[in-house]
């Protein structure tokens, strides 16, 4: 019943988490998308464009209408070399690139400073690769500060929730590895903990805010393409697997396909042959393969009629996400900057379904993993004493392990059937338990303590354990007789003790050990008596 109300507790707390992570999406989009300006910004348009012979074009804008209050021009750029000048001089320029890393410049706003004596301002904008050639940008002028913070304002929800989807892909990578080796888990939720990690560095590095707040714009512009090279692997083999598809073949072709195209795209772009950008086709028409790979699947299974609770998942999930990527997709072919309008959002509730899904099996499996111990510790324990019990005792004898240095100490408790006749069953019950407590007491921090029948214990004590045996004795025997003076019993409790060390030369296996030892005890049971 306890364990029952844990698993309800759970299931409410995973609803109720993740209908807080909703509210603080929708809090945090409500306090930072402020539609009030409380200075001026506005979309300004060059009057003159000239495209010139190298392939760079220049924007011509007249600022003479505009006064002190606008300190700044901001346009966003992707793969391109900036420059402007006012009256023949260079007041603003990102001509320096990646060096080894890339031949680009990276992705970023441009924030060129601007004053009342500047009456007229060209900006350069020279393409790095053809394939951004036909760029189309955006100028605004106004505040440099305001303008930054607005833009960062607006970007904030979707880095938010970039932030959570990185923060829950590490909370599956430390439930996996805190679980996989106690539980022996499948490798599931890890492909799924690399998947959401990679998508959330992605999303994070694609966020207006994130380049922002990036010093380094190339690092920032690099990011993204490894991480898309990288997602399709454990995307495949997440899956594959939590969808049962069994595709091992096509599964390994697609992986397979994956890092060859990792390597020749990483090859190709250090060597400055074609770089990332270049090359990104190849891995949009992977990653397009991949999703289709999926649903294929998951069609083929509704046709067999195999509906399993994964499959309804991830029909609607996957559905949803692959429409915002189709959305997102052609925003990024059209717009600058954050492409991403919705589909981090629908990524994130779609992966929070499928890591609770997981970790609920996952405890489902722990909790038959517990019953079964549970079971198997009932069915070895002796429910009187909490000592092992007899099956347990003949366990450990067919168990087979080296005899060399092992001990056996047997107990027997003298006169339980007279206390039993004289005073009742409850006192004879009163009796075997405080002779258990007390040799699991001394006897059971060096081996494991047996009842072995009515009123016979026995403690295996393996090799390297340094003991005095002698010294045990009587400290048992002291415990004995405080028993009897402390808690004055209608009954003197009375205990016979032996023990044994295995010698090859008396002793022929583990039975001939114990054996010996219960000679040795009812050798001092006869000694007691006749005392």
Same mark, same amino acid.
């Given at each position: ?26 809090? @945090? $989009?409500?306090?930072?998308? !402020? !539609? ?33 209050? $606008? ?25 320096? &690139? ?14 060129? &400073? ?70 022996? *888990? ?12 990679? @998508? ?18 190339? %690092? ?9 090279? *990288? ?25 397979? $396909? ?56 991830? %029909?609607? #999930? ?24 919705? #589909?981090?959002? %629908? ?16 405890? %489902? ?16 324990? !002796?429910?009187?004493? #909490? ?61 494991? @303590? ?35 003076? &402390?808690?004055?019993?209608? $009954?003197?409790?009375?205990?016979? *003790?032996?023990?044994?060390?295995? !010698? ?28």
């Amino acid at each position: 019943m306890k364990q029952r109300n844990m698993a309800y507790w759970a299931q409410k707390l995973n609803i109720i988490a993740l209908i807080m992570a909703i509210l603080i999406m929708v809090l @945090c $989009y409500v306090t930072t998308n !402020d !539609d009030k300006k409380d200075t001026i910004d506005i979309e300004i348009k060059p009057f003159s464009v000239a495209h010139l012979a190298d392939g760079s074009t220049e924007y011509f804008f007249d600022l003479t209408d505009f006064d002190y209050h $606008y300190s700044g021009i901001m346009f966003y750029t992707s793969h391109q070399r900036v420059a402007a000048y006012t009256s023949g001089r260079e007041i603003y320029s990102t001509a320096n &690139d990646g060096g080894f890393w890339s031949s680009s410049v990276g992705s970023g706003f441009h924030f060129i &400073d601007i004053n009342e004596n500047m009456h007229f301002v060209a900006i350069t904008i020279a393409p790095i690769y053809k394939e951004v050639k036909d760029q189309k940008f955006t100028f605004f002028i106004g505040n440099s500060y305001e303008m930054y913070n607005n833009v960062m304002a607006k970007s904030m929800p979707r880095f938010f929730i970039s932030v959570v989807i990185l923060i829950l892909s590490i909370g599956l990578f430390v439930y996996y590895m805190a679980m996989y080796k106690k539980q022996n *888990l499948d490798r599931k939720l890890l492909y799924l903990a690399y998947f959401t990690f990679f @998508c959330g560095v992605w999303s994070i590095n694609e966020t207006e805010a994130s380049s922002l707040l990036m010093n380094n714009k190339v %690092v920032d512009s690099l990011v993204p393409y490894l991480c898309l090279m *990288l997602v399709v692997p454990p995307f495949v083999k997440f899956f594959d697997a939590y969808l049962e598809l069994r595709s091992k073949f096509i599964t390994n072709i697609i992986i397979l $396909y994956s890092m060859i195209q990792f390597v020749v795209l990483t090859a190709l772009h250090f060597l400055k042959i074609r770089e990332y950008r270049q090359t990104l086709v190849f891995v949009q028409i992977l990653l397009f393969v991949s999703g289709l790979y999926l649903v294929v699947g998951m069609i083929f299974q509704i046709i067999r009629n195999q509906k399993t609770k994964q499959n309804e998942i991830c %029909v609607v #999930g996957l559905s949803l996400f692959l429409l915002a990527c189709i959305v997102d997709f052609k925003e990024y072919y059209t717009h600058l900057g954050d492409a991403d309008k919705i #589909g981090r959002y %629908v990524f994130f509730i779609f992966v929070f379904i499928l890591g609770r899904d997981l970790i609920n099996d996952a405890n %489902v499996i722990i909790e038959k993993g517990r019953r079964a111990k549970q079971l198997e510790a009932f069915a070895l324990t !002796d429910s009187m004493t #909490g000592l092992f019990n007899r099956n347990a005792f003949e366990s450990h004898a067919k168990v087979g392990s080296t005899l060399d240095g092992l001990v056996a100490v047997v107990a027997d408790a003298n006169g339980l059937k007279k206390c039993n006749d004289t005073y009742g069953h409850e006192a004879g019950d009163e009796y075997i338990t405080t002779v258990a407590q007390i040799f699991g007491d001394v006897y059971g921090e060096y081996g494991n @303590c047996y009842r072995t029948g009515g009123d016979e214990f026995c403690c295996i004590i393996p090799a390297g354990e340094h003991i005095n045996l002698e010294r045990l004795k009587k400290q048992f025997d002291a415990k004995i007789l405080k028993a009897n003076m &402390d808690y004055r019993y209608e $009954y003197d409790i009375g205990v016979a *003790l032996g023990y044994a060390c295995y !010698d090859a030369d008396k002793d022929t296996d583990f039975k001939a050990l114990v054996k010996r030892a219960d000679s040795y005890m009812y050798e001092n049971k006869r000694a007691s008596k006749s005392s």
